[in-house]
């Protein structure tokens, strides 16, 4: 914001304002500013002038800045889509949360459905890193990565789990570029299943996805509880061949 000013004033009045708009800041404002950009105030104003050369090569964003912006925002719009669905967050409303302005959006983003895009990919990639690492406990990998995706902790924090169980119903509503990128993170699942030691011969990579999307959509849907559970337990048992927990 102080920059702004600087920039402002120096444009309309050029360098022979320098110093004017020196004397217009407070001294609480320079000494701010120099410790911004870890300068001596004495390097940025010397009574008479501004060094602005000085001052916007300190100023300058880096692209590793940048970079570690965008992922932020991705981090946080990810979570939010998931718990709130797409249409539940405003461009605005995600920025002010990161403590960030609506038009510092389109340093990182053209629209809104890329945002939607680039979270999508950043939802699968993090989800497939998770299956990756899953190590098995007594069982096939195939089974460890099933109770993973079934377990009653995923069910009910959608923020934190699959994008496809959150929002697949919106997903066929959405622009080409977000399908797009759903339906490589959906054809991702299914190479990882694919090829998974343990999964029943019988059982195409599509059917067992398609029984585990459904679980835990209707077992976060309903109101009931124990009709949760069974949702979820059973395609567990259908999966693996484990035994229901008893009510």
Not at 10 to 33: D, E, I, M, Q, Y
Not at 181 to 196: D, K, P, T, V
Not at 229 to 234: A, D, M, T, V, W
């Amino acid at each position: 914001m102080l920059l702004q000013e600087f920039n402002e004033f120096h444009g309309r009045h050029g360098s022979s304002g320098t110093g004017a708009v020196a004397r217009k800041l407070s001294s609480a404002s320079l000494f701010l500013l120099s410790y911004l950009i870890e300068i001596k105030p004495l390097y940025l104003y010397d009574g008479d002038h501004i060094n602005k050369d000085f001052l916007a090569t300190k100023m300058r964003y880096r692209p590793e800045d940048k970079e570690k912006t965008r992922q932020r925002i991705l981090s946080v719009s990810a979570r939010r889509y998931r718990s709130e669905g797409l249409t539940g967050v405003g461009i605005a409303n995600l920025m002010a949360d990161l403590g960030m302005t609506h038009g510092g959006f389109y340093a990182h983003f053209t629209d809104k459905e890329a945002l939607v895009t680039a979270s999508c990919e950043y939802a699968f990639s993090a989800m497939l890193k998770n299956w990756d690492q899953l190590q098995p406990t007594g069982g096939t990998p195939f089974a460890a990565r099933v109770r993973d995706y079934l377990s009653r902790q995923h069910v009910d924090h959608p923020e934190n789990g699959c994008f496809a169980a959150a929002l697949a119903g919106e997903m066929a509503r959405r622009d080409t570029r977000s399908r797009q990128a759903f339906s490589h993170g959906i054809e991702q699942m299914l190479l990882r299943l694919a090829e998974e030691d343990g999964r029943p011969a019988n059982l195409a990579p599509e059917a067992v996805l398609s029984m585990m999307l459904g679980a835990v959509m209707l077992a976060r849907a309903v109101s009931d509880r124990q009709l949760s559970e069974r949702f979820r337990q059973l395609a567990v048992s259908a999966l693996t061949g484990a035994e229901p927990d008893q009510p």
